[in-house]
């Protein structure tokens, strides 16, 4: 599969922004999809993921009760809807997938997603 990223961008600080990540490819709905972020010099963190239906949810605990992830299977795409964003959320942003079970968990580790997408830019100015 692949997968395009996109809907970064500048925006203040309280701010809201929406990201979508379309996927190309079959299957879809086998997949678990996670977001990831990077900021400049630091090492990449998991943000939120969902399970191949998007009945199971996982955020990290710095994003929590703000971002909101969720997928539409016939679109083929994931979102990540991010408010009251603040500056330390600055990064770029990753969509990744991972070949699942349907009932597998929703992991935060990196090392379990197969595929990525090519990161969009999220700017957020204090």
């Known amino acids: 599969v692949q997968l395009q990223a996109s809907g970064g961008g500048l925006v203040q600080t309280g701010g809201s922004l929406k990201l979508s990540c379309v996927a190309s490819?079959?299957?879809?709905?086998?997949?678990?999809m996670g977001w990831f972020r990077q900021a400049l010099g630091k090492e990449r963190e998991f943000v939120a993921g969902?399970?191949?239906?998007?009945?199971?949810?996982a955020y990290a605990d710095s994003v929590k009760g703000r971002f909101v992830i969720s997928r539409d299977n016939d679109k083929k795409t994931v979102y990540l809807q991010m408010n009251s964003l603040k500056p330390e959320d600055t990064a770029v942003y990753y969509c990744?997938?991972?070949?699942?079970?349907?009932?597998?968990?929703?992991?935060?580790?990196?090392?379990?997603?197969?595929?990525w997408g090519q990161g969009t830019q999220v700017t957020v100015s204090s």
């Open positions: 490819g079959r299957s879809f709905d086998r997949y678990n």
């Open positions: 969902l399970s191949r239906s998007g009945g199971r949810t």
């Open positions: 990744a997938a991972d070949w699942a079970i349907s009932s597998a968990p929703v992991y935060d580790s990196s090392a379990q997603y197969d595929y």
